[in-house]
C-alpha cells in the first residue's frame, strides 16, 4: 500500500472548505472546544460508517438505483439547510457555569449533529468508495485488511483534522466575544456558506 501517497491525498482534501469544516469551526468557536471536538468525534463516526458502507459496496447500489442516490442527497441537502438556519440563529456562549447535566446534553447535541452532517452527505460514501480501492493491490495480501487499514487512517487523518480545526475555532472565540458585530456575521457567515453547500449538494 503507498500509504504516505494516500495520506497526502487526504490531507490535501481534508484542507478543502466544506460543511464538515465549517461544522467544527463555527461550534468550537460558538459553544467552545468541547463541543467543536464532539462534532468531531461525531464526523470520525461517520466516516466509519462510510468506510464500511463503501467495503459493502452499497455505493454500487447508488449506481443501479439514481433514485436512491438522490434521496438520500436531498435527504442530507435538506438537513444542511437546517443546520445553516440553526447556525444563524445559535447564540455566543457567554456562561460557562452551566449545569453538567446540560453542558453533557449539548455535547451530545455537538456529536449528533457533526454524525448526520457527513453521514447524510452521499458524496463522502462515494469519495470512500472511489479513493480507497486505488491503493488496494491483491498481490499485497489480504484485501479486506488493506481496505480496513486505509479505512482507518481515513478515520484518523480526519479526525486529526477536525481536532486542529475545533482548536483553532477556540482561539477564534475570544475574538468572537469580544463584540456583538463579530458574532452576528459569524452566524451569518457560516450559515449562509453551510446553505450553499447544501445547494450545491442538491443541485
Known amino acids: 500500500m503507498e500509504i504516505g501517497l494516500f495520506i497526502s491525498a ?60 438522490d434521496a438520500v442527497r436531498y435527504l442530507g441537502a435538506a438537513y444542511l439547510i437546517w443546520v445553516g438556519v440553526q447556525l444563524i440563529r445559535t447564540k455566543q456562549r457567554t456562561d460557562t457555569n452551566k449545569p453538567q447535566a446540560s453542558l453533557t446534553g449539548s455535547y451530545y447535541l455537538a456529536w449528533r449533529r457533526g454524525l448526520l452532517t457527513n453521514l447524510l452527505n452521499p458524496k463522502s460514501l462515494l469519495f470512500c468508495s472511489v479513493l480507497l480501492p486505488q491503493f488496494v493491490h491483491t498481490q499485497q495480501g489480504d484485501v479486506a485488511l488493506q481496505f480496513t487499514l486505509l479505512g482507518a487512517v481515513l478515520v484518523g487523518v480526519g479526525l486529526l483534522y477536525d481536532a486542529l480545526y475545533a482548536c483553532l475555532g477556540a482561539q477564534m472565540q475570544r475574538w468572537f466575544a469580544s463584540h456583538q458585530k463579530r458574532q452576528t456575521l ?8 453551510i446553505i450553499g453547500f447544501a445547494l450545491r449538494l442538491a443541485s
Open 186 to 193: 459569524q452566524r451569518w457567515v457560516f450559515g449562509t456558506l
Open 10 to 69: 487526504l490531507a490535501i482534501v481534508y484542507l478543502i472548505p466544506g460543511p464538515d469544516m465549517l461544522l467544527v469551526l463555527h461550534t468550537s468557536s460558538t459553544l467552545g472546544r468541547g463541543h467543536g471536538l464532539a462534532t468531531a468525534l461525531g464526523l470520525a463516526i461517520a466516516r466509519g460508517l462510510h468506510v464500511a458502507l463503501a467495503g459493502l459496496g452499497l455505493a454500487a447500489l447508488f449506481v443501479a438505483a439514481p433514485w436512491l442516490f
